[in-house]
Nanobody, 118 residues
């Protein structure tokens, strides 16, 4: 499975962006999907995750109530809706996929850069 993240860009603080993660070479419908981010000089961190059927979304405390994760299995795509963006949300965002809930993520996209200006 190849993952392609897109939708990043430059936005002012308080603005919104929607990231997309499209899959090719396989179907995403069986996979648990996650979004991660890595800010300059920092380690990669978890942002959000969603189960194969769209249930049980999980969010990092730093983005809870501002971000939403969803998926359209028919389109082989997962989304991350980011609202009320803050400068500290600036990072490269990655999508990832795994089959088992307690396993490591197996597949990773190439990342898309989100820059939030103050």
């Amino acid at each position: 499975v190849q993952l392609q993240a897109s939708g990043g860009g430059l936005v002012q603080a308080g603005g919104s962006l929607r990231l997309s993660c499209a899959a090719s070479g396989g179907t995403l419908s069986a996979y648990r999907m996650g979004w991660f981010r890595q800010a300059p000089g920092k380690e990669r961190e978890f942002v959000a995750a969603i189960t194969w059927n769209g249930g049980s979304p999980l969010f990092a405390n730093s983005v809870k109530d501002r971000f939403a994760i969803s998926r359209e299995n028919a389109k082989n795509t997962v989304y991350l809706q980011m609202n009320s963006l803050k400068p500290e949300d600036t990072a490269v965002y990655y999508c990832a996929a795994k089959l088992l809930a307690h396993a490591e993520y197996e597949y990773w996209g190439q990342g898309t850069l989100v820059t939030v200006s103050s």
